[in-house]
């Protein structure tokens, strides 16, 4: 996905001024959480809701570099509703005050890595979006500052690209600042971004920001659920990324207008197992409900060379479950042995080469419990 030549998306992004409220989940979700964001709901007493002061906040730093992990998004059945954030791979950005650029702007001053072809122009870019929503957000307009972006992520892998990006980029300006952003106004920036990157979804802005699973339970008004897997778990992603673009506007392209109720009645238990499972703590179960969906996959799973027959591989080599990250082209395998994960990886990886004749990269990482996060500082 070139961000150059992203689309300007018409649904209505959140106002700075929306209210942000946690709630406590029912008993028999007790291992989840919820945040409701509305804007028009009155300001929360909760006092893990922040709300945005009218004051403008100095910076307490001179500069900031922050880490965003990749995330896995749809996770089969849960197309645009379920998402999770993947240990040891992402986005960094490096921010800091610049007495060379405007008040109150933005500026990018270098891209590298995987996204060296990217647009410098902030408004073209999704870290630049985000960073100048979050600007935005906290009114700052006494000093301007200058954004170096570190691509981790190539491009259009389905990997959550252009979230990981915004989500590194919102969490450095708000560390800037001293941090007085809650993550829930910070899921609002990233999507900002993605609506007008990738789509208006949250489903990898949000765990990219957040860490862990988290299920949008709805999107008017943004309610976001973050499920909690125990941690006594060994659960391990095998990323499969073939060298094959797969463009996240030509992917939605194929999705079907309209569906059975046979399969949205398959669909949405499938979903509703893979929650359980996560909660469960059942890797077993959670495979299964990943592999299910009727509605989405079958139409992607032809564009993307040797992906059917990959899944099988997986199958076949011991995965719990196995299907499409995100839009494509990297497809996402779960066991719970990280040595049975390479060994399932590279049968993944010769089922791309034998039956789709691309060439494919494996990696076996974790679960991301923390999500964006600061990682380095110079004080003033």
């Excluded at 959480?33 to 922040?50: E, G």
């Excluded at 890595?113 to 600007?135: Q, R």
């Amino acid at each position: 996905m070139a961000i150059s030549s992203c689309e300007m998306c018409l649904n209505p992004v959140f106002s700075p001024n929306s209210s942000a409220r946690l709630i406590e989940s029912p008993s028999h979700f007790r291992s989840s959480w919820r945040i409701s964001v509305s804007a028009s709901a009155q300001p929360s007493s909760n006092p893990k809701s922040v709300a945005i002061s009218s004051v403008e906040p100095k910076p307490v730093f001179n500069s900031v570099k922050s880490f965003a992990p990749a995330t896995v998004a749809n996770l089969g059945p849960g197309f645009d509703f379920l998402g999770c954030a993947v240990d040891g791979i992402g986005d960094y950005v490096s921010l800091r005050v610049d007495p060379d650029v405007r008040p109150g702007e933005v500026s990018i001053s270098d891209i590298s890595g995987a996204g060296s072809k990217l647009s410098k122009n902030p408004l073209w870019n999704c870290a630049g979006i985000a960073a100048i929503a979050v600007m935005k957000m906290l009114k700052v307009r006494s000093v301007g500052v200058s954004l170096s972006l570190e691509k981790g992520l190539p491009l259009g892998s389905g990997l959550g690209s252009s979230a990981a990006s915004a989500a590194a980029a919102a969490v450095a300006v708000n560390e800037l600042f001293g941090g007085p952003l809650s993550p829930l106004d910070l899921v609002i920036a990233g999507l900002e971004s993605e609506a007008k990157v990738s789509g208006y979804h949250a489903d990898n802005i949000a765990p990219s920001i957040m860490g862990g699973f988290v299920l949008i339970r709805s999107y008017d008004p943004l309610e976001l659920m973050q499920l909690k897997l125990p941690q006594e778990n060994n659960l391990f992603f095998v990323l499969v990324n073939p060298e094959f673009e797969a463009p996240t506007k030509k992917m939605r392209a194929v999705l079907p207008k309209e569906i059975t109720m046979n399969h949205h009645i398959w669909n949405s238990s499938q979903a509703g197992a893979l929650v359980a499972s996560v909660l469960q703590g059942d890797l077993k179960g959670l495979g299964r409900a990943l592999s299910s969906d009727k509605i989405v996959e079958p139409k992607r799973a032809p564009l993307i060379p040797g992906m059917e027959a990959v899944k099988k591989a997986a199958i076949a080599a011991g995965a719990f479950g196995c299907t499409i990250s995100g839009a494509g082209p990297t497809a996402v395998a779960v066991t719970d042995d990280e040595e049975r994960g390479r060994e399932i990886g590279q049968r993944m990886v010769d089922a791309f080469m034998k039956e789709g004749n691309l060439k494919a990269l494996a990696m076996v990482k974790q679960l991301d419990q923390v999500g964006a996060r600061l990682v380095s500082s110079v004080p003033l």
